[in-house]
């Protein structure tokens, strides 16, 4: 599933290559992916829009259009966003909005993703981008309001990919953040002691500008078709030897999904 680190890369190898194009053509393979218009309406109203700037909130892509639209691509469990130089498509393809000079974008494999087409004076009215909470790479993010975040019920790993309380971090980077702060994904909240708490939000931060730095986990491309390169402490690594330790990583199940920790170096 792209996560923040991912969904950040794919914006920043988009960005420079869209910003300033224009859309001359849109062809819709596959209805189902765009939830907000029918395919004619969505082709019509992306026909003659600029695009002005692509940005992202959370795991969702947005492209801001000259006419007063935004294109949000949510990419969910799986999609893919992919810049090519002509406006070919590939088999995969749900989506393809081709460019006045031939270039173009295609979105594809969106059976678990979502295009909608939104006014951008009324992005703040979507009820999936309105729900979600404060970026983790952002000023906003201080320590004081990291801890007023872990407050209450639960464990770590549920508040770290809870979208409303931090948005954009899912399931492998909250086992990698974990792992960076020695404190185990199903600790409690109620047990982590202040410097504890005050190790984990370094985690976050170190951990995603690296992630990003990196392009995001190896199974994840870019616009360009590039690989991540983030070497992965524990997530997939069960049964492996930890990076950090003599320790051997557990692979275990947290509410249903796969998780990943060193008995070892975490408590």
């Given at each position: 599933m792209p996560e923040l680190p991912e969904v950040e890369s794919?914006?920043?190898s988009l960005a420079p290559l869209v910003r300033g194009r224009t859309v001359a053509r849109v062809e819709v393979r596959s209805p189902a992916s765009v939830r907000t218009h029918t395919p004619a309406a969505f082709a019509r109203l992306l026909r003659g829009q600029t695009v002005t700037a692509v940005s992202r909130r959370g795991k969702v892509l947005l492209f801001t259009l000259s006419g007063g639209w935004t294109l949000a691509f949510h990419f969910k469990l799986w999609g893919m966003v992919r810049f090519v130089p002509s406006g070919d498509a590939d088999p995969q393809t749900a989506v393809l909005l081709t460019f006045t000079d031939g270039t173009g974008v295609q979105f594809r494999e969106l059976q678990l993703s979502e295009l909608?087409?939104?006014?951008?004076?009324?992005?703040d009215r979507v009820e999936y981008l309105a729900a979600l909470g404060?970026?983790?790479?952002?000023?906003?993010?201080?320590l004081d309001r990291f801890r007023a975040l872990l407050a209450g019920r639960g464990t770590v790993h549920g508040a770290l990919t809870d979208q409303e309380r931090l948005a954009g971090i899912g399931n492998l980077w909250a086992h990698e953040i974990?792992?960076?702060a020695r404190i185990r994904p199903d600790r409690r909240l109620a047990t982590l002691?202040?410097?504890?708490?005050?190790a984990l939000y370094r985690a976050v931060r170190t951990v995603l500008r690296r992630a990003v730095a990196a392009g995001g986990e190896p199974e994840f491309a870019d616009a360009?078709?590039?690989?991540?390169?983030?070497?992965?402490?524990v997530y997939g690594r069960g049964g492996q030897r930890c990076p950090r330790s003599d320790g051997t990583i557990v692979a275990a199940r947290i509410g249903g999904r796969p998780s990943f920790y060193c008995p070892g170096c975490q408590r």
């Open positions: 794919a914006r920043r909608g087409l939104y006014r951008t004076d009324a992005l404060v970026e983790p790479l952002s000023p906003a993010l201080t974990c792992h960076a002691t202040p410097q504890e708490v005050a360009r078709g590039r690989r991540g390169r983030a070497r992965l402490a």
